[in-house]
């Protein structure tokens, strides 16, 4: 006798409900919302990173001028230009900003490096990335000025009264009970004849950027902090 064959009974799926659908956006959310923030700070590790590997590298570049010229890769009339604790900084009471200095040691010919006069030799101490935009991005911009990975400039100051203690125009008046020292001496304790209340790094290059806020201090409103920014000698 033939035996009649019975269809086979597949298991119906039916579609997500709204509920289900809501309960894994709502994992999605939570997920994203831990992960977000975990991979900024791991982008602001590194551009920090980033950041103090150019310091270096500038710092060894105004080394080198140093060790070949016996003079800092200052502008003509870095003397009229001294900051607060005697010495140089660039961009700050009245002096130019970093784009003299990096003329001078990219051995451009411009305002500030007429004819080659502060390098003579025409030595490129340093070749910095060139970003190809004017000014607050990363790298070296259009203007001639250098600036960290987040778009600050570095500001950079030089030992220029060869005291042994190099002095910043920022960083010298310091109230150390709202922190920022980091490292920084009195100046006193290098010079006898100055005031308690100075402070220098005790060394002849400092070098340093707004960090990742882009501002002096760590958020508004915290009079005198200066917790995020970078610094090349911390």
Request: no cysteine; glycine share 14%.
């Given at each position: 006798m033939k035996r009649t064959q019975e269809p086979t009974i597949r298991p119906q799926h039916g579609a997500f409900t709204l509920v289900e659908?809501?309960?894994?956006?709502a994992i999605i959310a939570i997920l994203a919302g831990i992960l977000v923030p975990v991979v900024g700070r791991a982008k602001t590790k590194a551009k920090v990173a980033a950041a103090r590997v150019e310091m270096a590298g500038l710092e060894l570049a105004i080394k080198s001028y140093h060790n070949d010229y016996?003079?800092?890769?200052?502008?003509?009339g870095a003397a009229s230009w001294t900051n607060d604790g005697g010495d140089f900084t660039y961009g700050s009471?009245?002096?130019?900003?970093?784009e003299a200095l990096m003329q001078i040691l990219m051995a451009e010919a411009g305002n500030h490096n007429t004819g080659h006069e502060r390098n003579p030799k025409k030595n490129k101490y340093i070749d910095p990335k060139d970003s190809g935009e004017t000014n607050d991005l990363?790298?070296?911009?259009?203007t001639g000025r250098y600036h960290d990975p987040f778009g600050n400039e570095y500001i950079i100051s030089l030992d220029l009264d060869s005291d042994g203690g190099c002095a910043d125009q920022d960083y010298y008046n310091l109230d150390p009970d709202k922190g920022g020292l980091f490292g920084l001496v009195k100046h006193k304790d290098i010079n006898d004849d100055k005031p308690d209340n100075r402070y220098v790094y005790k060394g002849e290059v400092m070098i340093w950027s707004f960090g990742p806020d882009k501002t002096k201090r760590k958020k508004p409103g915290e009079s005198g902090s200066k917790t995020d920014n970078i610094l090349s000698w911390r």
């Open positions: 659908m809501l309960v894994v956006i016996s003079r800092w890769p200052l502008p003509k009471k009245g002096a130019p900003g970093n990363p790298g070296f911009s259009t």
